[in-house]
């Protein structure tokens, strides 16, 4: 009877280090350094679809958020010093890198921008109404398989798909327009080293 309660007291007590452990594994990787925050920050233009802009950031009866974020390649040699980001900039970096031929062809002469997406309302989100500095993004643009994001969105969904946008400089202002909704932000100066 005895070794039958140290045994229940060692099996809850490995099962309890488990979950600490993976609890506090996912945080990890849930955390942006404060200079990443900075970096992704001055690259992030925000749309609120169908949404009535009040000032001050407020924004009335939007149907979803769209964030693009620019993630030029460069950004990937900062991985080295300091790995402390979100795993969707990891993701959209991997496309400057990529093993397949048919990826590697689409990104020559091209930057990669994270199209980060939330419903505030059921909305049918599509890439393709995107335009970035009146360039429109085609299907051939994106880089996200389709089975790995929905377009048909329920309130609350959120999501991420890559696409591929021609070079865009350093100093360059970024205008973003996605049906009604307009952005614009001017992107760093230089180049990430």
Same mark, same amino acid.
């Given at each position: 009877?005895?070794? $039958?309660?140290? &045994?229940?007291?060692?099996? #809850?007590? @490995?099962? %309890?280090?488990?979950? =600490? ?41 939007? $149907?979803?958020? &769209?964030?693009?974020?620019? #993630?030029? @390649?460069? %950004?990937?040699?900062? =991985? ?49 109404? #995107? ?63």
């Amino acid at each position: 009877m005895k070794t $039958r309660k140290n &045994l229940c007291r060692a099996v #809850l007590f @490995s099962a %309890l280090l488990s979950v =600490l452990f993976f609890i506090s594994d996912d945080q990890a990787h849930a955390y942006n350094s404060k200079a990443w925050k900075e970096r992704l920050s001055a690259r992030t233009a925000t749309l609120w679809i169908e949404g009535e802009p009040l000032g001050d950031g407020i924004v009335l009866n939007a $149907r979803g958020e &769209l964030n693009v974020t620019w #993630l030029e @390649s460069g %950004l990937a040699r900062i =991985l080295d010093t300091d790995n402390y980001v979100d795993e969707w900039v990891l993701n959209g970096l991997n496309y400057y890198f990529s093993n397949r031929k048919e990826t590697r062809d689409k990104m020559k002469g091209r930057d990669v921008l994270a199209l980060r997406y939330r419903a505030i309302k059921n909305w049918s989100f599509d890439p393709e109404k #995107l335009t970035i500095n009146d360039y429109a993004i085609t299907s051939e643009n994106i880089l996200t398989k389709k089975e790995y994001w929905e377009s048909e969105l329920v309130q609350g969904y959120v999501g991420m798909v890559v696409v591929a946008t021609p070079s865009l400089k350093p100093g360059q202002t970024m205008k973003l327009r996605y049906e009604d909704a307009e952005a614009q932000i001017e992107l760093p100066r230089t180049r990430s080293k």
